[in-house]
C-alpha cells in the first residue's frame, strides 16, 4: 500500500490547481483586454468560461472513475489542463483566449470531482480525521495566494506569466500522478460506463431533496463568490487605481484570514448547534453583506473600504456553508441496483434516505 504521505501531497496539487487556475490571473484582467485590444467584459468572459468547463465535465468525469478508476481520468484532466494553458501562453487574441480557458476548465474538473473520492478511498478512521486537519491548514493557505502569486506576476513579467506558472503547476501534478500515485478505488469495472446507467443515477439524485439542496447551496455561495474575482480586479485596479500586487494582497490576506477565524468558529460551534444552523447563519450573513454592498453603492462614494468590508464579511461567513455542505454528504447510503448495473451513492439526512424506487433495491 502506498504510503499515506505520498496520497497527501498529490492531493494538495490535485486539490488546489483547479481554484489556482480559476483566480492567478484575476489582477491581470485590465492588462489582458488592453493587451488584445477588447472591452473589459470580454476578458472577465475567459473566467467565466473555465468555471462552465469545469461544472460540465464533472459531470463525465466521476461516472468514468467508478468505470475505469481515478488515476486514468485525473491524467486526461491535467493533460486537458496543459493543452489549455499552452493555448492560453501563446494566444494572439481573445477568442483563442477563450478557448484555451475553455479546455483548461474541461480539464480542471478531474481534480475538482475526484480529490474528494481519492480521499475517501485513501483514508479512514483517525486518519481520515487528521489528513483532513492537514488538508483544510493547506488550503486555507495556499489558495487565497493565488491572486497575490498573479499580482506579483503581472506586475514584473506580464499576464501571459500567469498561464506559464498554471503550465509549470499543472505539469508538476501531472508527473506526480504518473510517477506518485497508484490506483486507490479498489472495484471497477469498465463494462459499466454506460449512457443510460449514468443518466438514470443522475435522476435519481436529481430526486434527492438533500443532495439538491446542498448541492445548490455551495453552487450558489461559491458562485457569488466568483463573481467578485470577474468583478473584483475591474472596481480596484482599473476604477480605483490599485496595483496587481495591492489586489493580491489584499485578496490574501483578507480571504486567509476571514477562512482561518471563521474555520476556526466553525469546528468550535458546530458539535452544538450542528450543521443545518452554521449554514443557515452563513447563508443569512451572506445576504447582510450583499445587501451591505449594494447599499454602500448607492448613497457612499465607492473607495476600497466601503468595496471590501462586505466582500471580506462574505469570505468569511463562507467557509460556515462549504464545509459543512461537504460534511452532509458524509450521511450516505450504499446500495446496488441490478436495473441500474451500477453502484449508485444516494445523499440522505439523519432519519431519512432516498433510493431509486427499484423492486431489485438491496441495501449493503
Known amino acids: 500500500m502506498q504510503a499515506k504521505a505520498s496520497i497527501f501531497t498529490v492531493l494538495i496539487l490535485a486539490v488546489c490547481v483547479t481554484q489556482f487556475a480559476a483566480d492567478i490571473y484575476a489582477p491581470s484582467l485590465t492588462a489582458i483586454a488592453q493587451g488584445l485590444a477588447v472591452n473589459i467584459d470580454r476578458a472577465q468572459w475567459s473566467m467565466s468560461i473555465y468555471m462552465v468547463g469545469v461544472a460540465l465535465s464533472q459531470l463525465v468525469y466521476g461516472p468514468l472513475s467508478e468505470s475505469i478508476g481515478r488515476k486514468l481520468p485525473l491524467i486526461m484532466g491535467l493533460s486537458l489542463m496543459i493543452a489549455g494553458s499552452i493555448a492560453c501562453m501563446i494566444s494572439t487574441d ?4 477563450i478557448a484555451g480557458r475553455l479546455v483548461q476548465g474541461l ?3 478531474a481534480c ?6 481519492v480521499f475517501r478511498d485513501s483514508f479512514t478512521g483517525q486518519d481520515l480525521a487528521k489528513y483532513s486537519s492537514y488538508l483544510v491548514i493547506f488550503i486555507m493557505f495556499i489558495v487565497p495566494s493565488a491572486p497575490l502569486i498573479g499580482g506579483y506576476l503581472q506586475e514584473y513579467y506580464g499576464w501571459r506569466a500567469n498561464f506559464i506558472f498554471i503550465f509549470i503547476y499543472t505539469l508538476i501534478a501531472l508527473l506526480g500522478i504518473i510517477f506518485g500515485f497508484r490506483e486507490t478505488k479498489a472495484l471497477y469495472n469498465s463494462s459499466e460506463f454506460n449512457v443510460l446507467s449514468i443518466m438514470l443515477n443522475y435522476v435519481i439524485l436529481a430526486r434527492s431533496r438533500i443532495f439538491m439542496g446542498v448541492s445548490c447551496a455551495t453552487f450558489l455561495s461559491y458562485g457569488a463568490l466568483f463573481s467578485w474575482f470577474v468583478v473584483g480586479p475591474v472596481l480596484l485596479i482599473g476604477s480605483l487605481g490599485m496595483s496587481p500586487i495591492q489586489f493580491g494582497w489584499l485578496s490574501c490576506g483578507g480571504g486567509g484570514f476571514s477562512y482561518a477565524l471563521a474555520a476556526y468558529l466553525n469546528g468550535k460551534l458546530v458539535s452544538r448547534l450542528g450543521m443545518p444552523k452554521m449554514m443557515r447563519f452563513g447563508w443569512s450573513v451572506m445576504l447582510g453583506a450583499g445587501t451591505l454592498l449594494l447599499l454602500c453603492d448607492y448613497f457612499t462614494e465607492m473607495t476600497c473600504i466601503t468595496i471590501m468590508i462586505p466582500v471580506i464579511l462574505f469570505y468569511f461567513v463562507s467557509t460556515f456553508i462549504w464545509p459543512n455542505a461537504f460534511a452532509t454528504r458524509v450521511y450516505s447510503l450504499w446500495t446496488y441496483c441490478g436495473l441500474c448495473r451500477g453502484t449508485l451513492r444516494i445523499y440522505e439526512d439523519i432519519g431519512s434516505s432516498v ?10
Not at 481573445?94 to 483566449?97: E, G, Y
Not at 475538482?112 to 473520492?117: D, V
Open 107 to 109: 480539464g480542471a474538473g
Open 355 to 364: 433510493n431509486c424506487g427499484h423492486s431489485c433495491l438491496s441495501a449493503q
Open 112 to 117: 475538482a470531482s475526484l480529490w474528494r473520492a
Open 94 to 97: 481573445m477568442d483563442m483566449l
